[in-house]
């Protein structure tokens, strides 16, 4: 059957950097949960494959309840918005939002490991490509979502919570879509953030030296090391020697300003303390 609406019954439109992969990765295994691959991009980037395409993807058997997608560079597209809100005003939104520095930061990591970024410090990239800082900048993405659509139809929760808590986290999201929230997902206790390694790997030259090895004709043996216990200390060591550096240390005062002001304007859009986040900026 088609799911209630003809399409997806929920859209997770942010934010990037979030714990989104992890969310559709624990929905993907949910039994009442029809979900495409991640990150469509119909409303912002594909929107002209039409109406139709978009809503065959949400085709689901007798045995799911609801579909969904998740593509959280919605909210930061004032015309994304704009078309989910014509499409369905009553389609359920879910949002994840990070400490905006930490989230820039981490989007900076993932693009390094991706090739792009790698000569710039954290602190240059951000002059040269100001966008991917912008998008942590919360508070009019959020005045724009409460514009459209109604606050009954929006779950905000935060990044911290899948840290600390992701069985709760994940079952209010399943409360909030209409499935069980007693499912427990494989994927609940994953590490969070994997893209994190990537960045590291190429980093320390991690990449080119593994690609050596593999030409040498030696990938069995690499995979074999890799599957250790002492491979997996070393991994979390690099993780954690990565996560001591504070993004707030690594750019210019202005923008740590900036962070803070937007900060707080979120708080009051939100009615939630976000201290913890604040006290990251020592100016």
């Given at each position: 059957m088609i799911s209630r609406n003809g399409g997806p019954d929920f859209i997770g439109v942010g934010v990037q950097r979030g714990g989104t992969s992890w969310l559709y990765e624990c929905l993907n295994e949910h039994p009442e949960v029809n979900i495409p691959e991640k990150e469509l991009h119909f409303f912002d980037r594909n929107y002209d494959r039409g109406i139709e395409w978009y809503k065959k993807l949400f085709q689901c058997d007798g045995e799911n309840k609801v579909s969904g997608e998740y593509t959280p560079d919605y909210i930061s597209s004032e015309e994304a918005m704009q078309r989910i809100f014509e499409f369905d005003s009553n389609v359920k939104l879910i949002v994840i939002l990070r400490e905006p520095l930490d989230r820039a930061y981490s989007a900076y990591r993932l693009f390094q490991s991706h090739g792009?970024?790698?000569?710039?410090?954290?602190?240059?990239?951000?002059?040269?490509?100001?966008?991917?800082?912008?998008?942590?900048?919360?508070?009019?993405?959020?005045?724009?979502?409460?514009?459209?659509?109604?606050?009954?139809?929006?779950?905000?929760?935060?990044?911290?919570?899948?840290?600390?808590?992701?069985?709760?986290?994940f079952g209010d999201i399943c409360q909030f879509i209409g499935v069980d929230r007693n499912f427990t997902p494989k994927s609940l206790f994953n590490v969070r953030n994997a893209s994190f390694y990537p960045g590291i790997q190429n980093r320390y030259g991690l990449v080119k030296l593994q690609n050596k090895i593999i030409d040498m004709g030696f990938s069995e043996q690499l995979n074999s090391i890799k599957n250790t216990r002492l491979f997996s200390i070393f991994k979390r060591f690099l993780l954690d020697k990565d996560r001591k550096k504070q993004p707030s240390h690594l750019i210019d005062r202005k923008y740590i300003s900036i962070v803070k002001d937007d900060v707080e304007v979120l708080e009051e859009l939100l009615g939630q303390d976000l201290q913890s986040w604040k006290d990251k900026y020592v100016l």
């Open positions: 792009q970024f790698c000569d710039l410090e954290f602190a240059e990239a951000i002059k040269l490509h100001p966008w991917f800082f912008e998008k942590s900048l919360y508070s009019d993405q959020i005045k724009g979502m409460f514009s459209l659509f109604s606050s009954v139809n929006i779950h905000i929760d935060f990044y911290d919570r899948i840290i600390s808590d992701p069985e709760s986290f």
